[in-house]
């Protein structure tokens, strides 16, 4: 089980994930959804213990199997790294050497924790490469990031981040460089890996049509906060944060004629600076009250799932 507890990650002093809690266990698949600057993002980060210089867990803790990662030495996270929680990144372009063959990096994965020879090494990349639907990868482990389509080196990416099998799968908008139907077949890939390898996988979207076909549970991040939790088919039966519910109104109804203007969500998520107390949402909610400024407790309102809004206290 990988375990969230009351998460909070400031970046220079202002709090940017609070309170964030959630529950993975291996062979399910959350996605945790939400605008850009939502915190989605910072808290992956935060769970691998690869926050940039300026920021930091001010309070919670992460526990792996009850073992607790917040406060482990970075030698003791390059352990589990890889080895018991893979992640894939957003930009395949940004995030493999560019200087390297592909080939050498995915050896490099699987070099870094295990003691096997160079020639194994090797065989295990072409192995890895194969398992992800990279073509003929014995004859192009010498190609390098450039010589390769978008799909195929996020393929590279999944097969690095699989190196050494690992329990639990983070993966960070894996196919926003993507196109549609490149999209579809990374996500079946995806979803098709984590039930073989009966891993618990993390994917971070806004993207609702992607969640639909792939999430078992959906934690609904807002301004560094998940405002709604649920399992897939509660949240998509019943939305209940007017966030959800505006996210999931802008979902395009390719089939109703009647529709001449898709909805949106008027105004922009606040700046960590402007956040305070009460509800973060109320200036763009179109059913903010008075009582809405006030701080918002998450309530249960049926069996698992979770809501913070004044609507349901
Ligand atoms: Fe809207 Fe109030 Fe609920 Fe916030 S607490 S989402 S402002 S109704």
Do not use: W
Request: glycine fraction near 8%; hydrophobic fraction near 40%.
């Amino acid at each position: 089980m990988l375990e969230v507890c009351d998460l909070t990650v400031s970046i220079d002093g202002l709090a940017i994930v609070r309170r964030v809690n959630f529950l993975l266990r291996r062979g399910e698949t959350l996605c945790l959804v939400g605008e850009s600057g939502c915190g989605k993002s910072m808290t992956a980060l935060a769970l691998m213990g690869l926050l940039p210089e300026n920021a930091c867990i001010l309070e919670g803790e992460v526990r792996l199997n009850d073992i607790r990662l917040t406060g482990m030495s970075e030698r003791e996270l390059c352990a589990v790294r890889g080895r018991q929680i893979g992640m894939i990144f957003q930009e395949p372009m940004t995030s493999l050497n560019p200087v390297l063959p592909i080939g050498r990096q995915v050896m490099e994965a699987v070099l870094q924790h295990e003691r096997i020879s160079r020639r194994e090494a090797r065989e295990r990349a072409v192995e890895l490469l194969m398992s992800v639907g990279f073509p003929v990868p014995g004859e192009r482990l010498g190609e390098y990031p450039h010589q390769l389509s978008g799909g195929l080196r996020q393929r590279v990416m999944i097969a690095m981040a699989l190196a050494c099998s690992p329990e639990f799968l983070i993966a960070d908008e894996p196919t926003t460089a993507l196109d549609v139907t490149i999209q579809g077949q990374i996500l079946v890939l995806l979803k098709r890996l984590a039930r073989e390898r009966d891993m618990g996988m993390a994917l971070i979207t806004h993207d609702l049509g992607v969640v639909f076909d792939v999430a078992d549970h959906i934690a609904v991040m807002y301004a560094g906060e998940i405002v709604e939790h649920a399992s897939h088919d509660d949240f998509f039966a019943r939305p209940l944060h007017p966030y959800a519910q505006g996210l999931l109104a802008c979902l395009p109804d390719i089939g109703n004629p009647d529709i001449k203007r898709l909805p949106t969500i008027p105004g922009t998520v606040p700046p960590p600076a402007a956040r305070g107390t009460g509800c973060l949402f109320r200036e763009r909610c179109p059913r903010a009250m008075s009582r809405c400024s006030n701080p918002v407790p998450s309530v249960e309102v049926e069996q698992g799932h979770i809501v913070s809004c004044h609507i349901y206290i």
